[in-house]
Each structure stands twice: as structure tokens, then as C-alpha cells.
């Protein structure tokens, strides 16, 4: 079975600064899709980033990027120039590349992150 | 466009009462999942359904019942509530389309059983 360990509870960053989030997990599969979603107090789920374990270049969204480390089986979302809608609940998730498995997802506890201004 | 609804939004229970959350979405997804969430565990996978008539236990099934008899609705059930499952649950969708296909997610449901 696979497992999401996000080891960081709580963070909190200043304005305009930038923090590094981070993820480890365990699989014995080669394919899989790795995720950041985000979540607001709304409870709304927003995807974030998404990395397919077969590219080994980082993924990136405006802001948002990724230190991918597959061998290490480490994940960390790295937040740039942070803004105070940048506050929320993120969560780490893993996804199996086969279908028959009907994309379910495995999540992480979450890391709190406050931006302060 | 309307996505993923799930109804009710809050929802109190008595310990042994029964109720069906509701799940529904207008994209044509084969794919449907209910998961709970809790402080310190994350968003964790109850049922999870590949089609209409095909439904399976996800991670913590246990207490919940589900069915797919269309393509749209996926309803989760809570035969006789405890403690226990009180939560917030999500709903999500996605389709079967080749390579990655992104999950949507309702708005989520929070659930007290007292």
C-alpha cells in the first residue's frame, strides 16, 4: 500500500518570502502522479501541481514549484514571493498510473501555512 | 457549469439515525470516490466506483454503504450513525480518458454525530 508523510504540521512565512513544503512517500510502483492541493477555509479542494513520476523535470505553475526527487521518493512544493491568499491547508497526494484503479488518491495529514503580513 | 454537487453542505445526526449524502455531477465521469477528512489524517478514500454497478471499498469503509446506478449520482450512506463519523466528506469525480484526468472535488459535507 502506498503512504503520504507530510512531517510538517504547521508553517508560516512572510509576505513576499519564500517556503518550501514538504512531502515523502513509499510505493513500489515506477508509474504514479504525484499532487499539491491546496485548501482554503472555504473547504473547497484546489489542485495546485501535478508531476508524472516518469519526467524527471520539475513541474512548475506560475508561483509554484516542485522539487521532485524519485529515488528519494521525496516531493517538497516550493512557494514563491508567498501572498496572504497563499493561506490554507496543503495537502501531498499520490495516484497510481493504471486506471483500473479508478484514480483514487492517497493524501498526506496536511501542513497548515500561514502567510503573514 | 455546475461540476460536483454535494448535498447537504452541514448536517447534524443523533447517534444511531441514518442518512445519505448526496453526490452528483454533469461531466460524464466514470470515475466517482467518497473520502472523509480528519484533523491530523488527511483526506482518507471510503468507497470508490469505475462505472454505474461497480462499486468498491476504499480505505475505510466501514459504518458507509454506496451504490452507482447512474453515471451521474454516487450517494454515501450511514446506516446508523456513530460518533465515530463525524467529518467532513468529499466527493470526487473524474474520467476514465487516457493518460491523467483530473479529479474534481465537491464543495464537502460536515457531518456531527452527537
Known amino acids: 500500500a502506498q503512504t503520504v508523510t507530510q512531517s510538517q504540521p504547521e508553517m508560516s512565512v512572510q509576505e513576499a518570502e519564500t517556503v518550501t513544503l514538504s512531502c515523502t512517500y513509499d510505493t513500489s510502483e515506477n508509474n504514479y502522479y504525484l499532487f499539491w492541493y491546496k485548501q482554503p477555509p472555504s473547504r473547497q479542494m484546489i489542485l495546485v501541481i501535478r508531476q508524472e513520476a516518469y519526467k524527471q523535470q520539475n513541474a512548475t505553475e506560475n508561483r509554484f514549484s516542485v522539487n521532485f526527487q524519485k529515488a528519494a521518493k521525496s516531493f517538497s512544493l516550493k512557494i514563491s514571493d508567498s501572498q496572504l491568499g497563499d493561506t490554507a491547508m496543503y495537502f501531498c497526494a499520490f495516484m497510481k498510473h493504471l486506471k483500473e484503479y479508478g484514480n483514487k488518491l492517497v493524501f498526506g495529514a496536511g501542513t497548515i501555512l500561514r502567510v503573514k503580513s | 457549469n455546475a461540476g460536483v454537487t454535494q448535498t447537504p453542505k452541514f448536517q447534524v445526526l443523533k447517534t444511531g439515525q441514518s442518512m445519505t449524502l448526496q453526490c452528483a455531477q454533469d461531466m460524464n465521469h466514470e470515475y466517482m470516490s467518497w473520502y472523509r477528512q480528519d484533523p491530523g489524517m488527511g483526506l482518507r478514500l471510503i468507497h470508490y466506483?469505475?462505472?454505474?454497478?461497480?462499486?468498491d471499498q476504499g480505505e475505510v469503509p466501514n459504518g458507509y454503504n454506496v451504490s452507482r446506478s447512474t453515471t451521474e449520482d454516487f450517494p454515501l450512506r450511514l446506516l446508523s450513525a456513530a460518533p465515530s463519523q463525524t467529518s467532513v466528506y468529499f466527493c470526487?469525480?473524474?474520467?476514465?480518458?487516457?493518460?491523467?484526468?483530473?479529479?474534481?472535488f465537491g464543495q464537502g459535507t460536515r457531518l456531527t454525530v452527537v
Open positions: 466506483s469505475v462505472g454505474a454497478g461497480i462499486t
Open positions: 470526487a469525480s473524474s474520467s476514465s480518458g487516457q493518460g491523467y484526468t483530473e479529479a474534481f
